[in-house]
């Protein structure tokens, strides 16, 4: 079962990265099965604490809302409103 376990994390650390293949993705998804919803997601808590600063850049990091056009458009609204 050890041996399992430790396949399992391998896989679900693919995932995290984005390096992951069909066919791995495919037996993480089987292997999965075999575990309750609480002890998958203490698998994946642990690796993401372990992988903290290697996990690819999420494109909306930088993000921020556009604060002028979401005034404009409240006032738009506003004013069909009336």
Do not use: F
């Not at 066919?23 to 075999?34: C, G, I, P």
């Not at 996990?55 to 006032?75: A, F, M, Q, S, V």
Request: proline content about 5%; charged content about 45%.
């Amino acid at each position: 079962m050890e041996r399992d376990i430790i396949k399992v994390q391998e896989l679900i650390k693919k995932q995290l990265l984005e390096i992951i293949n069909p066919e791995e993705e495919a037996d993480l998804k089987e292997k999965r099965s075999h575990y309750t919803e609480d002890e998958y997601d203490l698998m994946v808590v642990e690796l993401l604490r372990q992988l903290e600063g290697q996990l690819p850049k999420d494109p909306l990091e930088d993000w921020t809302p556009d604060y002028g056009e979401i005034k404009r458009r409240g006032k738009l609204y506003e004013e069909k409103k009336k």
